[in-house]
T-cell receptor, first 112, second 116 residues
Framework: AQSVTQPDIHITVSEGASLELRCNYS??????LFWYVQSPGQGLQLLLK??????LVQGIKGFEAEFKRSQSSFNLRKPSVHWSDAAEYFC??????????FGTGTQLKVEL | DAGVTQSPTHLIKTRGQHVTLRCSPI?????VSWYQQVLGQGPQFIFQ???????GRGNFPDRFSARQFPNYSSELNVNALLLGDSALYLC???????????????FGPGTRLTVL
């Protein structure tokens, strides 16, 4: 069965600092990987996805993620965080079809 | 274009009651998926429908059912509500129901269900 682990429940960074959110997945075959962001009272917005090819993928809002098969990881990064990035971030894995398995999320707080 | 819409926004029910949640996908999208998000957790997959047929089902009891209409909108029904059914119910739509790589899913704002 596929699963996703997001080890950090909460992360606080200063505005302008760099950010890395960790994601580890478990899946027997080639995974399809996603990062979503959820602001309070909002649905999920797709930041980026990895299906194949270049292991460094660029997304919206200046986010990027790197797929590392040897570490079963798909960490999300941003070089300089803005106050508006404060939200909850979810990593998800898909194994074919539209079913996604999500991690428990990382709540990002940005200090001004 | 309008995104995925869900109704109602909030709902309060008591244990044992029945609830129906509604979802309208993005125009042109034929697949709808439902997810349950309990407070403090990530969304959990409940159902996927495509062209009115069930294409996937998560690990939820038979109290949960859904259907998709000819206009591709969808309903999620939950019978005999339990306190543990309190959650945010998210609907996601996509163009197709891929058997391979997942089609990009667009999520609605959700319906917040509280069971007392």
């Amino acid at each position: 069965a596929q699963s996703v682990t997001q080890p950090d429940i909460h992360i606080t960074v200063s505005e302008g600092a760099s950010l890395e959110l960790r994601c580890n997945y478990s899946y027997g075959a080639t995974p399809y990987l996603f990062w979503y962001v959820q602001s309070p009272g909002q649905g999920l917005q797709l930041l980026l996805k990895y299906f194949s090819g270049d292991t460094l993928v660029q997304g919206i809002k200046g986010f990027e993620a790197e797929f590392k098969r040897s570490q079963s990881s798909f960490n999300l990064r941003k070089p300089s965080v803005h106050w508006s990035d404060a939200a909850e971030y979810f990593c998800a894995v898909g194994g074919g079809g539209n079913k996604l398995t999500f991690g428990t999320g990382t709540q990002l707080k940005v200090e001004l | 274009d309008a995104g995925v819409t869900q109704s109602p926004t909030h709902l309060i029910k008591t244990r044992g009651q029945h609830v129906t949640l509604r979802c309208s996908p993005i125009s042109g999208h034929k697949s709808v998926s439902w997810y349950q998000q309990v407070l403090g957790q990530g969304p959990q997959f409940i159902f996927q429908y495509y062209e009115k047929e069930e294409r996937g089902r998560g690990n939820f009891p038979d109290r949960f059912s859904a259907r998709q209409f000819p206009n591709y909108s969808s309903e999620l029904n939950v019978n005999a509500l339990l306190l543990g059914d309190s959650a945010l119910y998210l609907c996601a739509s996509s163009l197709e129901a891929s058997g391979g790589a997942p089609d990009t899913q667009y999520f609605g704002p959700g319906t917040r269900l509280t069971v007392l």
